[in-house]
């Protein structure tokens, strides 16, 4: 990923080597999947939290 180059005049093309790939695809639909999944985890969590507060039982959620 390292080019030399004497000066900005002679820079042609794209300077980013992922420029026209499939690579920011990915990645964006990566990362989209891991902040639903952690939406999805942390509202199971913060369900079954409710629930056993409800419920009346002990919650060990290490909160204080």
Known sequence: MW???PNW???EGPIYMG???S???IWTLI??????LALIMGSR??????KRMKDGKDI????G
């Open 3 to 5: 080019f030399d180059l």
């Open 9 to 11: 005049d002679a820079a």
């Open 19 to 21: 420029a026209n790939s």
């Open 23 to 25: 690579a920011e695809v």
């Open 31 to 36: 990362a989209a999947v891991l902040c639903i």
């Open 45 to 50: 969590h913060e369900l079954d939290a409710y």
């Open 60 to 63: 060990k959620s290490g909160h």
